[in-house]
């Protein structure tokens, strides 16, 4: 305690005299979330607060799991040199979100910044364990971001992480095995299936695509079909995996799993980056984020994989959804949240940072970016020279607005397997799957004193 | 040692006046405790303390709203209306029945060969089918999921290599089998270990009697080696329900590769893993846990009361 109010008093002395009283009453009523929900957040720093806090010596704790953050952290530690940041990888998503509750839990070890997936970010906003930056001024950035990535960061009328980057959807395919197999580039669901019957009437041993049943992907399907199954408004819970997006999504793509005319193979395992080096599978719907992971995984594929826009339920529809993204959010735990939100600031939105983010293969959730013509026109060599982005771009501008997350995503996608995971093995109607899916979520909210369909 | 060397200091004493004794009874029973402190302290701490914690745990609820709360055995009661459970629990009963008979007895089978003095290079044949015991069982089961897999793996090369087309190992059908199959590699040499060490004290005098009395090698089998291994199956046996019955590594490590085959509650443990780490639910976690540590050692301890029953016999 003692040594917490010297740090207050030492952090209020460098601070400019008007706003040491906000500051000290920012520490001082450090009861989480006490602005959250409120339509008007009150302002508690100001941004000559936070550049100030980034001239002081500083230590900030960064858990994050991406390739491109340690190149973001050496150039900001380059620009501000007093405030060193210390970068740890503790696992890719759900391991870091357990690693992250259970420091949360005990109270301590706990790092200032970490990296969260928009899919997590309600759940972590939801425990009171992140800074609602709202109440630091960040609002005014709102138009430095596409929408679809500030409305995922958004959380019951807090702002709790900044954009990061995103995953707006689209199609990578296989060019070398579309013009063996004569086949056109479908721009419909039912042109896509109808592709996939050719492909795999050709050769039992190609698929149109692999895919062992994942919730990530299911709810980009179902976010692309106009779905959303999902609503939270504090404890107040909605599910709804039968609504008509939901339904559209299974009845166009259970017919491809009873077909086996895409794979259950699981991603990111040896039997599907084989499969992709060896192009067994025809195509791979995924988030823009993809086209980095084929070419780390599979260098020796390059030029033989092309992107295409996401295919559409009604022809010349642009509708899109995401699939992964991530924000950098501050915790409410953090000694050092200026300094943090100063950092996170730099590096989700300061040109030096974005084009360290792309140079380093990642998607940028600038809008400023988004519209660059050095972006938008670069030739990918990988992908035989095609402006990939700009098939990104137009994906991101056709996301459907109004998607959110469960205050437990986490759980619920862990159990998808358990249920969704029946429907694809027994290859059953993924409608069903859903349902069941579904019931499982709805008894866990409960059962956690959420109010879930009531 | 320590206590005989004490009565003797106390016989040798001189002194009769009872007070003295009894403050010499008293320091008498200290310095046993004394003794005793090493021990007692990892006891507490590293066996007895998790475990009245987590009975702790299981007596209260923990929710994402409306906080922490005493529930009292509303997470048992939970459990045993939990059809989860009860099917995490019966393949485990079911993968006992089957694994377990087929393991011992080529355990069994193992150790007789050894002990046969038959064969050419008998440490070699030890140590071979000793050594995958060695390997961790996370890393064992690593090298399986490779071994398995039919697009890349040794499946996948007969495959194509033979044109055969041997099935999925971890399809739904399968999957338990082939876990089975990793189990019974891994522990096979272990338990042919505790088989033939017992087998090596049966004393000499026992087989020469058998032989001037014309006993074939199958009669002294029945009548001198499977008698004399009695109490050390019962242990192999013992050790194997407690396997069984915490089954988690290898489905554990398989569900990468077969998430829709092996469910979140595929087994007890990984159930109650599952709920702990991905649900937040520690205090149901806690209550599956004992729940499940009370019916191990329940069948454990029938195992044994039939096994050493019939030793006495």
Same mark, same amino acid.
């Given at each position: ?118 899919? +997590? ?21 709102? !138009? ?65 695509? &692999?895919?062992?049943?994942? @919730? ?43 077909? !086996? ?46 992107? @295409?826009?996401?295919?559409? =339920? ?21 000694? *050092?949240?200026? +300094? ?18 792309? !140079? ?95 | ?18 007070? &003295? ?64 459970? =009860? ?22 089978? &193992?150790?007789? +060969? ?25 890393? +064992? ?31 739904? *059908? ?23 060490? &017992? ?65 979140? *509650? ?48």
């Amino acid at each position: 305690m003692f040594a917490h109010s010297t740090k207050r008093r030492r952090l209020a002395g460098v601070l400019l005299g008007g706003s040491v009283a906000t500051v000290l009453a920012l520490t001082g009523c450090a009861g989480p979330g006490g602005a959250a929900g409120t339509p008007t957040p009150k302002a508690v720093a100001t941004q000559a607060d936070i550049d100030a806090a980034l001239q002081e010596d500083t230590t900030l704790q960064f858990w994050a799991w991406g390739p491109q953050y340690q190149a973001e952290v050496d150039a900001f530690m380059k620009e501000y040199p007093k405030v060193k940041v210390v970068l740890t990888n503790n696992g890719s998503n759900a391991t870091e979100y357990t690693k992250l509750q259970n420091v949360i839990k005990a109270g301590s070890g706990i790092p200032d910044i970490a990296q969260i997936e928009y899919t +997590a970010l309600p759940q972590f906003a939801f425990g009171d364990s992140l800074v609602d930056m709202a109440e630091y001024g960040v609002a005014s950035m709102e !138009d430095k971001f596409s929408s679809s990535t500030w409305n995922q960061v958004n959380v019951n009328g807090g702002i709790y992480g900044l954009p990061q980057d995103a995953g707006p959807l689209a199609m990578f395919y296989r060019q070398d095995v579309f013009d063996q197999y004569g086949l056109t580039v479908p721009t419909t669901w039912e042109e896509y299936y109808e592709t996939a019957e050719k492909l795999h009437a050709a050769d039992p041993s190609k698929f149109m695509a &692999a895919d062992g049943g994942e @919730a990530a992907f299911t709810n980009a399907m179902i976010w692309q079909a106009g779905g959303k199954p999902y609503a939270a408004e504090d404890t107040d819970v909605t599910v709804d995996l039968q609504d008509e997006g939901s339904l559209k999504w299974a009845d166009m793509w259970t017919p491809l799993v009873q077909e !086996d005319l895409v794979e259950q193979t699981p991603t990111f395992t040896p039997e599907w980056t084989s499969g992709l080096s060896a192009g067994k599978y025809a195509t791979w719907v995924g988030g823009a984020w993809a086209a980095g992971t084929l070419q780390r995984r599979i260098p020796e594929a390059a030029g033989t994989w092309r992107v @295409a826009p996401l295919p559409q =339920y009604e022809a010349g529809d642009t509708a899109s959804g995401e699939q992964g993204g991530s924000s950098s959010a501050v915790l409410d735990a953090s000694e *050092n949240k200026l +300094a943090a939100i100063g950092f996170v600031q730099w590096m989700s939105s300061a040109d030096e940072a974005a084009k360290i983010w792309t !140079d380093n293969g990642g998607f940028p959730a600038q809008a400023a970016t988004l519209a660059s013509d050095d972006w938008l026109n670069a030739e990918i060599p990988y992908f035989g020279g095609q402006q990939i982005n700009q098939v990104f771009a137009a994906s991101a501008d056709g996301v459907l607005p109004g998607w959110q997350f469960l205050p437990f995503q986490a759980y619920a996608d862990s159990v998808y397997s358990d249920t969704m995971g029946q429907a694809y093995a027994s290859k059953g109607d993924l409608a069903d799957g859903l349902k069941a899916w579904q019931g499982n979520i709805v008894d866990y909210g409960n059962s956690q004193g959420f109010s879930v369909n009531k | 040692m320590t206590a005989s060397t004490l009565d003797a200091a106390v016989r040798r004493s001189p002194v009769p006046n009872p007070s &003295a004794a009894r403050r010499r009874k008293n320091r008498r029973r200290f310095i046993g405790w004394g003794f005793l402190a090493p021990f007692l302290v990892v006891f507490v701490f590293a066996l007895a303390a998790p475990i009245v914690y987590a009975i702790y745990l299981s007596f209260f609820q923990d929710r994402l709203v409306g906080g922490n709360v005493f529930a009292g055995f509303d997470n048992y009661v939970a459990a045993f209306q939990d059809p989860k459970f =009860y099917s995490a629990l019966g393949r485990v009963v079911l993968f006992f029945f089957v694994q377990v008979p087929i393991m011992l007895a080529l355990s069994l089978f &193992a150790a007789l +060969a050894l002990d046969s003095a038959r064969l050419r290079w008998p440490a070699l044949f030890r140590i071979t089918l000793f050594l995958p015991y060695a390997v961790p069982s996370v890393v +064992a089961a690593l090298m399986w999921g490779f071994i398995y897999g039919t697009d890349f793996g040794l499946v996948g090369n007969l495959n194509s290599f033979f044109g055969l087309s041997i099935p999925d190992p971890l399809s739904s *059908n399968l999957v338990l089998a082939a876990m089975g199959n990793i189990a019974t590699w891994a522990f096979l040499g272990y338990n042919m270990l505790i088989m033939y060490s &017992a087998l090596r004290t049966v004393p000499k005098e026992l087989y020469e009697a058998a032989d001037i009395d014309g006993a074939g090698a199958f009669q002294v089998i029945r009548a001198i080696k499977l008698p004399a291994l009695r109490s050390a199956f019962v242990v192999a046996l013992i050790f194997s329900v407690i396997g069984s019955f915490q089954l988690f590594n290898e489905p554990n490590v398989l569900r990468t590769l077969a998430p829709n085959t092996i469910a979140t *509650n595929f087994t007890p443990n990984m159930y109650a893993y599952n709920l702990s780490f991905a649900g937040q639910q520690f205090n149901y976690a806690a209550a599956i846990a004992i729940v499940m540590g009370i019916i191990t050692m329940i069948v454990a301890y029938v195992v044994q009361t039939v096994g050493v029953r019939k030793e006495d016999r």
